[in-house]
C-alpha cells in the first residue's frame, strides 16, 4: 500500500520545493529592486561640479488624488555622463508624450461662461497651522515688505480652516479675492487631498479656486521637514525625507526649458556655502516631468558636519531638491514646494520669482505680486563731509581712494555718482589737526567728482533752533560757502542732520527749506519707524517729496572693522544674502546713508558696497541704476501712490520720535484722551455732551480741540474753553488740507503756546466731530495718531438721519422749501428727490460705519450713546459717559435743563442749584437734524430743538417725514443690521435705551 503512495509523496515534495524556490527568489529580487529604489530616491544626481541631473520615473496615474502605482527604472548615480544624459532625455521625451497629451483631461475645473470675464484681487491668502508658527510669521513679514495685502486664516485644533468667501461675483464677472496662496504646512494640505472625502475639504475648495482663476500655491514643508523616513506623497507624484549635513546650495535652471519663465530675478549658475548645515532639509524626489527642480544641495565630502542625534545624513555626491516647481499639469494649479523655511535668503529671493511666476496676469494693477520689475535705483549719501565732533575728518588718500571707489562702482551701477553732505561750518575747523585740514583742502580740490547737498551750516537740529530766521542765517552761509568753493549742488534736495524736523515734521524746516534752496525732495530713516527696516515708506509734505532712507550697517562710530558689530564675518554675512542684499531686494528706490568717516580709518565702506554690487550681480539678474533724488522720487511715487499722504503717527509712542520732535514728555497728555464723534444727525446731541462736560467739570481743565480757551473760574468750576455756534466741530482727521498740516497744528488749535511748551497744570483735551464717522480717512488717522483715545459714537434715529437729510437736500434748492415732506410717493416719482433718499438712505447705515470703527480700533474702547437719552436723561447719561472714559471728576451739583436764548435762535444748558448758573449756548443753524416726536409714540420731545420749533414748519416737516421713513424698506434694513451689530459685538458698552431700535 505504502508503494503506491510513495510517487505521489516525491511528487508533492517536488512541488512544494519548487513553490519555495520560487518564493525565496521574489523574496530575493523583491529586497534587491527595494533597495535599489531606496537608493535611487535619495542618491540622484551628479558630484557638485558636473551638469545637475536628475531621472524621472515612470508613473502610472490612476485617478485624480488617489494612490498612484509607481515602477521606477533609476539609473546608477556614479554612471558616466553622457549615458545619464542620454536616459535623462530619452525618459522625459517618453513621459512628456503621455502627460501633455492626457494632463488636460484630468484637470478637472469649474464651467466657464465665455461672457463671464474674471480678475483677482492683489491679495494673498496665508493658510497658518497655528497661532506661533514661525513659517507664517516670516512669510507675512516678508511679502508685507513688498506692500502685499495679506490675509492670514488660522487651522483649529482640528485641523480645520475657515477660508470664508473667496470670490465675490456679479452678473458679469467674477472676482477672485486673492492672488496668490500660501500654506505653511505642506503635509497638513496635502493630507486633506488624500482623504477619502477630499472634495468636500477646505484644501479641495482651495484648490478648486486656484484652478478656476490661475491662482499659484506656494508650500512650506510643515510636518512633512519632521520625516526621516522615504515616504511618498500620497497623490502628488514626488517622495519627500529630511536629511541633515548639506554644506552647499545652488539655484538649478532645467536645460530642457521645464522652467521657463520662472527665473525672473533669480540668476541661476553660483554655489553658495551653508552657515548652518546641522539644519533638517526636506529633500524631495519627483516621479513626474510636471515637477521641476528649482534648488538642490549637497554636502561637500571634504568638510566636516555636526549632525544632530539621530539627524539622517545627507550623501557625499548627489545633489537633493530643495525646492520644486511642479508646473500644474496634473490639476491645473501651479506650487512652488520649499524644503526648508524663509529664514534662508535663497528661498527669499525664489519668493520674489514665485511670487510673480504664480500670480495671474488678470490681476488688479497688471503685474505680479511683489513684480518691481527689474531695476533697481541705488543711492550713496556720505553726510558729515568736513565732519562734526562725532566724526573723524577723510585725509588725502582717503580722497583718491574715494574717487577710485565711485569710479568702480559706476562699472555696475549705471552713472552712479555720491552725494556728498557738507557741513560748511566745519571746514578747515581750527580745532582738527593738520592732517585734517589737507583732507578738506584735497576734498575741495575733487570736489568736481561728486555732487553735493546741504547738511546744515553748523550741523544744528532745525527743532532746536529758535526761529525761521536762525534757520534762514545758516541755509545762507551753506548757500555762501557752496558758491565761495563751486561746489555742484543737486537741485531741489537737502538732508537735515539727524532727520530732524522731517519726521515728525518741523513745519518751519519745510517753510526755510523751499525758500533759501527750493527742496523738493529729502529723505528719512524714521517714517513711520526706524524698524522695522522693511516697512520704512515716503510721504510727501507740503509739496516735499520724502523718500525712505535706508542704512547700511555703517554710521558715525563705525571707523573700523572691529567696531562693527560681529566684525567681518558678520559683515560678509550682512552683505551676501542678508539684511543689506535684501534692501535692495524690496526696494526699488533704495537711498543709503553713510558717513564721511566710513570712507576713512579702514574704509569699510568700499567694502560693503563693492561686495553688494558683486553679489547682487552674481545673484541676480537685477540692473542697478543711479539717478539725481528728484527722478528717483519720481519713480518711487509712481510705482507707490499711496505713499502721497502721509499718516501722522502719536511721536509719544517711540522714544526717538519724542526726541526728533524735542517737545517735553508732559505734552503727551496734550493728545486728545476723548472722542465724541457720530453721523451729521448727531451734531446736537455731541454738543449737548460738550456742555455738559464742561459745565460740570470740577477742580479740573476739560478742553476740546477746536474751541476758544479761556481759564474763566465760576464758582468751583473751571471752564476751560466755550464751544459756541460753530466752532466747536473739528475737521482735523477728516479734512486733508488740515491733516496736511502738521501734529504741531492740531495740538495749537484752541491750546496756548506757553501751555504746549510747559504743560504744567492738569487738563483733559478731547475732540469732537460729526466728520470723523463716515469718513475711512479719519478712521485711519485716529487710530494712528490716537491710539489710546476712548472714543464715544453717538446715534439718532436712522429716520431722523436720512429725513434731516432729504429735507437738508431741499432746503438747498429753489424747487421746494426745507419745510414740506412730500411723501414717499412723490419722492419715488420725482427723479432728483428719488436720488436724494437713496444718497441719504445709504448715508445713514450705521451698522457698517460703526463695524468699521470696532473693526479698526479696540472694542473696548469704544462706546455707543443713544441721542434721545443725551437729551431725556442727560445727568445719566453724564454719568456712563465719565465712568467709560475714567474721568471721575465730572460731578453736577444742581440739575441740568435746556432753556431758549434771548432772541429764540439758540439752545443753552443751564446749571441751576450752584451758585452761579452757567450757561452753554449755540445757534440753531447748525442743528440740521431736529428731532421732534416722530416714531416715538408720544413720549415726549426727544430733541430740545423741539421747544423752540415745535410750533414752526420745519418741525412739522420733520415729524411726518420721520413718521413715513420709520417703515421705509431702506430705513427698516439699516435698523435691523444695527439690531444684529448689538447682539454680536458684546465688548461694545451701548448706553441710553434706544427704544427707537426696537421699536
Request: hydrophobic share 40%; glycine share 8%.
Amino acid at each position: 500500500m505504502a508503494s503506491l503512495y510513495l510517487p505521489l509523496a516525491r511528487v508533492k515534495i517536488a512541488h512544494c520545493a519548487r513553490r519555495i524556490q520560487k518564493s525565496l527568489l521574489i523574496i530575493i529580487v523583491t529586497s534587491v529592486l527595494t533597495t535599489a529604489i531606496i537608493a535611487g530616491l535619495f542618491h540622484l544626481g551628479h558630484v557638485p561640479n558636473a551638469p545637475i541631473r536628475i531621472l524621472e520615473g515612470r508613473t502610472t496615474v490612476l485617478g485624480e488624488y488617489g494612490v498612484r502605482d509607481m515602477s521606477t527604472n533609476f539609473g546608477a548615480s556614479t554612471a558616466p555622463q553622457g549615458i545619464l544624459e542620454n536616459a535623462y532625455e530619452s525618459d522625459l521625451d517618453h513621459n512628456a508624450k503621455k502627460i501633455d497629451a492626457k494632463s488636460t483631461k484630468s484637470i478637472q475645473q469649474p464651467q466657464q461662461s465665455s461672457s463671464v470675464s474674471r480678475s483677482v484681487e492683489a491679495c494673498a491668502l496665508l493658510v497658518s497651522s497655528g497661532t506661533h508658527s514661525i513659517t507664517s510669521h516670516n512669510a507675512r513679514v516678508w511679502l508685507e515688505s513688498f506692500r502685499i495685502r495679506v490675509v492670514e486664516t488660522i487651522a483649529n485644533s482640528h485641523d480645520a480652516v475657515d477660508l470664508g468667501q473667496l470670490v465675490k461675483s456679479t452678473e458679469h464677472e467674477r472676482v477672485g479675492l486673492y492672488a496668490l496662496v500660501m500654506v505653511d504646512d505642506a503635509g497638513l494640505f496635502m493630507r486633506g487631498l488624500q482623504r477619502r472625502h477630499s472634495r468636500s475639504s477646505w484644501q479641495a475648495r482651495l484648490n478648486a479656486y486656484c484652478a478656476e482663476f490661475s491662482v499659484g500655491q506656494v508650500l512650506f514643508p510643515g510636518q512633512l521637514a519632521s520625516q526621516t523616513k522615504v515616504q511618498k506623497t500620497g497623490g502628488w507624484l514626488f517622495a519627500a525625507r529630511s536629511i541633515a549635513g548639506l554644506t552647499h546650495a545652488a539655484l538649478v535652471h532645467d536645460t530642457s526649458g521645464r522652467d521657463k519663465g520662472f527665473f525672473h530675478v533669480g540668476k541661476p549658475g553660483q554655489a553658495h556655502r551653508l552657515r548652518d548645515s546641522n539644519t533638517l532639509a526636506l529633500v524631495m524626489t519627483p516621479f513626474d516631468e510636471t515637477y521641476v527642480p528649482l534648488e538642490v544641495m549637497w554636502r561637500d565630502p571634504e568638510e566636516e558636519v555636526n549632525l544632530p542625534k539621530g539627524a539622517p545624513s545627507a550623501g557625499s555626491h548627489f545633489n537633493y531638491t530643495t525646492v520644486l516647481l511642479d508646473r500644474g499639469h496634473r490639476d491645473g494649479v501651479r506650487r512652488v514646494i520649499f524644503g526648508r523655511g524663509l529664514f534662508f535668503w535663497m528661498h527669499k529671493l525664489l519668493l520674489v520669482d514665485a511670487m510673480r511666476y504664480l500670480t495671474p496676469r488678470h490681476v488688479k494693477g497688471g503685474v505680479g505680486l511683489g513684480d518691481f520689475g527689474l531695476q533697481r535705483y541705488i543711492g550713496v549719501d556720505i553726510d558729515d563731509v568736513f565732519g562734526t565732533v562725532e566724526t573723524q575728518h577723510i585725509h588725502v588718500s582717503d580722497v583718491k581712494a574715494l574717487v577710485q571707489l565711485q569710479q568702480k562702482l559706476s562699472e555696475s551701477i549705471a552713472n552712479f555718482r555720491f552725494l556728498l553732505g557738507f557741513v560748511g561750518g566745519r571746514y578747515m575747523y581750527k580745532f582738527v589737526t593738520e592732517e585734517d585740514r589737507e583732507g578738506d583742502a584735497a576734498l575741495i580740490n575733487a570736489s568736481s567728482h561728486f555732487l553735493w547737498f546741504d547738511h546744515a551750516y553748523k550741523h544744528h537740529e532745525s527743532r532746536r533752533v529758535d526761529s525761521d530766521a536762525d534757520l534762514e542765517k545758516d541755509m545762507r552761509h551753506s548757500q555762501d560757502f557752496a558758491k565761495e568753493h563751486n561746489l555742484s549742488v543737486v537741485p531741489g534736495y537737502a538732508v537735515s542732520p539727524r532727520h530732524s524736523g522731517v519726521y515728525p515734521v518741523d513745519p518751519r524746516l519745510f517753510r526755510v527749506w523751499k525758500k533759501v534752496w527750493n527742496v523738493s525732495v529729502t529723505v528719512s530713516e524714521e517714517y513711520p519707524h526706524l524698524k522695522p527696516a522693511s516697512k520704512r515708506h515716503g510721504f510727501i509734505y507740503q509739496g516735499t517729496k520724502v523718500l525712505p532712507r535706508q542704512t547700511c550697517g555703517l554710521f558715525t562710530t563705525t571707523n573700523y572693522m572691529g567696531s562693527f558689530p560681529g566684525g567681518e564675518r558678520r559683515m560678509n554675512t550682512f552683505i551676501n544674502g542678508g539684511e543689506l542684499f535684501l534692501t535692495i531686494l524690496r526696494n526699488p528706490v533704495s537711498l543709503f546713508m553713510t558717513h564721511a568717516n566710513n570712507y576713512a580709518n579702514d574704509r569699510l565702506a568700499s567694502k560693503v558696497f563693492t561686495g553688494l554690487v558683486d553679489f547682487i550681480t552674481g545673484w541676480t539678474n537685477l540692473q542697478l541704476k543711479w539717478d539725481m533724488p528728484t527722478e528717483a522720487a519720481k519713480h518711487h511715487f509712481n510705482l507707490f501712490p499711496e505713499d502721497r499722504e502721509p499718516l501722522w503717527e502719536n511721536p509719544c509712542s517711540d522714544d526717538r520720535h519724542l526726541s526728533i520732535w524735542n517737545r517735553k514728555d508732559a505734552v503727551c497728555k496734550l493728545f486728545p484722551s476723548i472722542l465724541l464723534i457720530g453721523p451729521e444727525a448727531s451734531g446736537p446731541a455731541i454738543h449737548s455732551m460738550l456742555s455738559m462736560m464742561q459745565i460740570s467739570a470740577k477742580h479740573n481743565t476739560v478742553h476740546f480741540l477746536g474751541c476758544p480757551f479761556s481759564n474763566t473760574t465760576q464758582g468751583e468750576s473751571v471752564a476751560s474753553s466755550w464751544c459756541t455756534g460753530d466752532t466747536w466741530m473739528s475737521d482735523f482727521f477728516s479734512s486733508d488740507t488740515a491733516y496736511g498740516q502738521s501734529i504741531d497744528e492740531y495740538l495749537s488749535s484752541g491750546l496756548p503756546a506757553d501751555m504746549l511748551s510747559d504743560p504744567t497744570d492738569p487738563i483733559v483735551v478731547g475732540d469732537a466731530s460729526i466728520k470723523y464717522f463716515a469718513s475711512t480717512k479719519a478712521l485711519t488717522r485716529v487710530e494712528a495718531l490716537l491710539p489710546t483715545a476712548q472714543i464715544a459714537i453717538f446715534l439718532p434715529p436712522v429716520a431722523h438721519s436720512v429725513a434731516a437729510c432729504f429735507l437738508g437736500y431741499q432746503g438747498q434748492t429753489s424747487m421746494m422749501g426745507r419745510h414740506i415732506w412730500p411723501g414717499l410717493r412723490s419722492i419715488q416719482s420725482n427723479p432728483q428727490m428719488a436720488k436724494w433718499l437713496r444718497l441719504c438712505t445709504s448715508n445713514s447705515d450705521y451698522a457698517h460705519l460703526l463695524a468699521a470703527w470696532t473693526g479698526q480700533h479696540t472694542k473696548k474702547k469704544i462706546a455707543v450713546i443713544d441721542t434721545e437719552s443725551v437729551h431725556l436723561t442727560p445727568q445719566l447719561v453724564l454719568n456712563n459717559v465719565s465712568s467709560f472714559i475714567n474721568h471721575t471728576h465730572y460731578r453736577l451739583n444742581g440739575t441740568l435743563q435746556w432753556m431758549a436764548g434771548p432772541n429764540n435762535t439758540e439752545l443753552c444748558w443751564k446749571l441751576r442749584g450752584s451758585e452761579h448758573a452757567i450757561h452753554n449756548c449755540y445757534s440753531t443753524r447748525m442743528s440740521a437734524s431736529p428731532v421732534p416726536n416722530g416714531g416715538q409714540g408720544g413720549r415726549g420731545p426727544s430733541h430740545p430743538a423741539s421747544m423752540l420749533q415745535s410750533a414752526g414748519a420745519t418741525a412739522r416737516a420733520m415729524k411726518d417725514a420721520v413718521e413715513e421713513l420709520s417703515t421705509y424698506e431702506g430705513v427698516v434694513a439699516h435698523v435691523a443690521s444695527l439690531q444684529s451689530l448689538r447682539k454680536t459685538q458684546v465688548d461694545i458698552r451701548w448706553m441710553g435705551s434706544f427704544l427707537w431700535m426696537w421699536s
